[in-house]
């Protein structure tokens, strides 16, 4: 028995709560966690059908699929309007699984260079498999008209870049591939889905880190490819089924769970984000406030149109580089020094010493990864007190 509640047109949160949900013979009100690797079969005929094909309900073995995380992938599915979803054990297994299921030797992929440090050895992985794979400035258009050519088999990018907060112009882009044939694959961890409208813009594929928003408490690795029925059935899942990168059923609950509260959440973190920032502008202690959400950001408008919000995220650079950005992480109490985003708790990061260490110093640069630079996830507290902490900590 499944819950279709997207079909009569049910708004993001009616969906959030109830679609995808697949009963059991019990009528159980929640979710449950089928927490098993197989099923059993009535007869030896139906296991040789089953092995034949499945349908929706139909499972054999949990590398393959299950019922809990078949509710997780039609729900996230129908909340990003895409016709179905892949879950994976984590968001790099959704973005290895997205690439390496549809990339073969001598094809050619164009990416954005701000890409988060996984993403860019899975596209060394790529090269070695003799994939050639060329980087533009995700910003700049004519870098990416000038890159695409025809044949050129996907484009890949960060629709929001970590930690600098540069916007990558989903439809320009969308445009320029189509048009040499080209599949656009968005890593849309820092947009969201709550704010994603990455397919009515033009991306075929949609990959989510689920370690993020969708579960919003930092408790378990997930991740997710959205797209076209036949690409996610007939492209991404034979590579995942036998590779190996399978979502535990129990993380699809947790996910499951995340994607109920997400949209509350989420726009709540935003929200605050926007008070934060705008408060946190002109602060003497601080060089920078980068905000999307903010009327100077130098792409406010395009963040916008594209996702009708400036998200979760902040980034500040404090006056004095490494030193005094270490001495401020040092006097926060409520915000943590961590490196997860979209928890209900605070997160900040220091990119030049940890998520993006591994740099070199003309990259560094190149991306706008200052000594100075903190990335700052916005969590639920009460706004007042993350902009009283954080104002400590700069010694306001
Ligand atoms: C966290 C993150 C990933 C990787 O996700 P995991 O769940 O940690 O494997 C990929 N892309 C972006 C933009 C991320 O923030």
């Given at each position: 028995m499944t819950d279709q509640a997207s079909n009569g047109g049910y708004g993001p949160r009616t969906q959030a709560v109830h679609h995808g949900t697949r009963r059991s013979q019990y009528g159980e009100m929640a979710e449950a966690i089928f927490l098993t690797q197989g099923f059993v079969y009535d007869s030896a005929e139906q296991a040789e059908k089953r092995f034949q094909g499945t349908g929706p309900d139909e499972f054999i073995y949990a590398r393959y699929g299950n019922p809990t995380t078949r509710m997780f992938e039609d729900r996230i599915a129908a909340l990003e309007g895409t016709e179905d979803a892949f879950a994976t054990a984590s968001g790099m297994a959704a973005v290895n699984g997205a690439l390496f299921s549809m990339c073969r030797t001598g094809d050619h992929v164009v990416a954005a260079k701000a890409l988060f440090g996984s993403c860019l050895y899975v596209l060394d992985l790529l090269v070695r498999y003799g994939v050639e794979v060329s980087y533009v400035d995700g910003t700049d258009l004519d870098q990416w008209q000038a890159a695409i050519r025809p044949g050129t088999k996907a484009v890949f990018f960060e629709s929001v870049s970590n930690p600098g907060l540069e916007i990558v112009d989903i439809k320009a882009v969308a445009d320029i591939a189509h048009a040499a044939g080209a599949l656009v694959v968005v890593d849309n961890v820092f947009a969201t889905p709550v704010f994603s409208k990455a397919v009515e813009q033009g991306a075929d594929v949609v990959v989510y880190s689920a370690t993020k928003h969708i579960d919003g408490g930092g408790?378990?690795?997930?991740?997710?490819?959205?797209?076209?029925?036949?690409f996610v059935r007939e492209v991404a899942e034979p590579y995942l089924k036998h590779t190996g990168g399978a979502i535990s059923p129990f993380h699809s609950w947790i996910m499951l769970n995340g994607l109920t509260t997400m949209d509350l959440r989420v726009?709540?973190?935003?929200?605050?984000?926007?008070?934060?920032?705008?408060?946190?502008?002109?602060?003497?202690?601080?060089?920078?406030?980068?905000?999307?959400?903010?009327?100077?950001?130098?792409?406010?408008?395009?963040?916008?149109?594209?996702?009708?919000?400036?998200?979760?995220?902040?980034?500040?650079?404090?006056?004095?580089?490494?030193?005094?950005?270490?001495?401020?992480?040092?006097?926060?109490?409520?915000?943590?020094?961590?490196?997860?985003?979209?928890?209900?708790?605070?997160?900040?990061?220091?990119?030049?010493?940890?998520?993006?260490?591994?740099?070199?110093?003309?990259?560094?640069?190149?991306?706008?990864?200052?000594?100075?630079?903190?990335?700052?996830?916005?969590?639920l507290e009460d706004t007042a007190d993350l902009i009283a902490d954080l104002n400590g900590a700069l010694g306001a």
């Open positions: 408790r378990a690795l997930a991740g997710v490819i959205c797209g076209t029925r036949q726009r709540a973190q935003a929200d605050s984000a926007l008070a934060i920032a705008k408060a946190l502008q002109g602060h003497p202690a601080l060089s920078r406030v980068i905000y999307p959400g903010l009327a100077d950001h130098s792409q406010h408008d395009l963040a916008m149109r594209q996702m009708g919000s400036g998200g979760t995220m902040i980034a500040i650079e404090v006056k004095g580089g490494k030193e005094a950005a270490f001495a401020a992480l040092d006097r926060l109490n409520i915000v943590k020094i961590s490196n997860n985003l979209g928890d209900a708790k605070s997160i900040v990061t220091h990119p030049a010493t940890t998520t993006h260490q591994r740099l070199s110093d003309e990259i560094k640069a190149e991306l706008g990864i200052t000594p100075g630079l903190l990335r700052v996830s916005i969590g």
